[in-house]
């Protein structure tokens, strides 16, 4: 799981990336998946240690981030669309495309992870 960890990290910090450079640099909180990224990246790289517990630490906390990332992105979409239709503008379509890709990447990521956990537990590896 630590290398797909890393695949989802990667994915999350061209996702900040391409919408901080689709905003025209001006917004830094674009850069919010990046961070999300980053923090997935360095915890994976350390889910790659060959001690079980260590391990276990790690992908625990990879998808606590994703949890975090689920919630925090899928509530600002929210928010955002919410804002934006009653208020009767249009929303900010490169925000909300960011906010809700990061939603659902974290997401996806998070099913793996559990579904990880959980083949991991019927076969006795834990």
């Known amino acids: 799981m ?4 890393l695949v989802f990290a990667a994915l999350l910090i061209a996702l ?10 001006q917004h830094p909180t674009a850069l919010i998946p990046t961070w999300f990224g980053v923090a997935l990246a360095v915890f994976g790289l350390l ?3 060959p001690s079980e517990g260590r391990r276990k630490l790690f992908m625990h906390i990879n998808v ?4 975090l990332g689920v919630l925090g992105a899928g509530a ?7 804002h934006a239709s009653s208020s009767g503008l249009a929303p ?7 906010q809700v890709t990061m939603a659902g990447l974290c997401l996806v990521y ?17």
Do not use: E, H, P, W
């Open 2 to 5: 630590a290398k797909v960890t």
């Open 16 to 25: 900040g990336l391409a919408g901080f450079l689709g905003t025209g640099s």
């Open 47 to 49: 889910a790659m240690s």
């Open 64 to 67: 606590t981030i994703g949890l």
């Open 76 to 82: 600002r979409a929210m928010q955002s669309y919410i």
């Open 92 to 98: 900010d379509k490169i925000a909300l495309a960011s």
């Open 110 to 126: 998070m099913i793996l992870c559990i579904n990880s956990f959980i083949t991991a537990r019927r076969s006795g590896k834990v």
